[in-house]
């Protein structure tokens, strides 16, 4: 099996690299077993978990770049093999009719789809995450989060559905209850790189509206998240870019030294005292020194510096320019 097709389309360079390999995959498919008559057609018929993965990642693929037929051959492949009322087939049929749904009254008809199948099982996760989704999709993220809500009451360990929660709580402005819902992630998958910096990046946004001792705190908790990202993950840019957002804002502050800006630790609650102006240079000098040799080497294209996109590249040096400028002003 290509290693491809076992990668999840995340982005739309894999989608399009994934289906435009589709009609040979799917030709591939057609054995001389499909053609026999059961039981014969078992004896001759691959069975792997990584044949059916292929087919689901081909399918996320194909509706991604709008080759309805295609993916819908692969739904009919799945359907076969697990049945229409498997919860995860049902999600994926859902999928499919909100992908190819021409209007909103289409839409409604794919909401009341999942609302039967939610009366009759409330239990069905899978569907109720693609209900939340579309709730979302057509602009009611309230009612989204009441479904994710429900969710995660009976299913409190469902790292993926607190992320979903932590965007939607985002997306109406509460930023304390997306706070949350990211360390809610973190305690499920605590070497998740990337949803470490997405908690720095939330707490950057809090502490931009506070004042004070507060803000100062917080900008440290942010910083050490962006920290712990890069050191999972080194050469990860997103936890670079932040780290080097916070470290600037905090030496402003902490040289400043303002009476009430700086916090100061707590042992009752467990805040930990700002860091020094010292290691928040340092780090400082890391971060930029970093994100200049990822724009440089990315942007040459060097083997093993190659996985960023162009925006990345572009937003990275964007932001050691804007520092520069100010230096030199």
């Not at 295609?70 to 992908?99: M, P, V, W």
């Not at 305690?187 to 506070?210: C, D, F, Q």
Request: aromatic fraction near 8%; proline fraction near 4%.
């Amino acid at each position: 099996m290509a290693p491809i097709f076992l990668t999840p389309p995340t982005d739309p360079h894999t989608a399009l690299s994934i289906s435009a390999q589709a009609n040979t995959f799917l030709s591939a498919q057609k054995t001389l077993w499909s053609s026999l008559p059961y039981p014969l057609s078992l004896f001759l018929n691959t069975e792997s978990q990584e044949k059916w993965t292929s087919y689901e990642n081909l399918f996320l693929a194909l509706l991604r770049t709008g080759d309805h037929d295609s993916a819908y051959t692969c739904l009919e492949a799945l359907t076969t093999r697990f049945g229409k009322t498997n919860d995860h087939i049902l999600a994926l049929q859902g999928l499919y009719q909100e992908a190819t749904a021409k209007n909103k009254e289409e839409l409604e008809e794919v909401m009341k789809a999942y609302d039967e199948v939610l009366q009759e099982d409330r239990t069905i996760f899978s569907v109720r995450k693609r209900r939340a989704a579309l709730l979302r999709s057509v602009g009611k993220p309230e009612e989204a989060i009441a479904d994710l809500t429900v969710l995660l009451d009976a299913s409190p360990t469902d790292g993926e559905a607190w992320a979903e929660l932590s965007d939607l709580y985002l997306e109406v402005g509460a930023l304390e209850q997306a706070v949350y819902c990211l360390e809610e992630v973190l305690l499920v998958t605590p070497h998740a790189w990337n949803m470490h910096a997405r908690l720095g990046e939330v707490l950057y946004m809090s502490a931009i509206k506070m004042e004070g001792g507060e803000q100062t705190k917080t900008l440290s908790e942010s910083m050490r998240r962006f920290c712990r990202s890069i050191e999972l993950c080194d050469g990860y840019l997103r936890g670079y870019y932040g780290l080097r957002l916070t470290t600037s804002k905090l030496l402003e502050m902490l040289r400043d030294g303002k009476k009430g800006q700086v916090a100061t630790s707590d042992p009752v609650t467990g805040d930990l005292a700002p860091p020094s102006v010292a290691t928040v240079k340092k780090l400082n000098q890391l971060a930029t020194a970093k994100l200049g040799e990822i724009v440089r080497r990315g942007t040459a294209g060097e083997k093993g510096w190659d996985g960023y996109s162009e925006a990345e590249l572009k937003a990275a040096k964007a932001l050691i320019d804007s520092d520069t400028q100010k230096i030199e002003r």
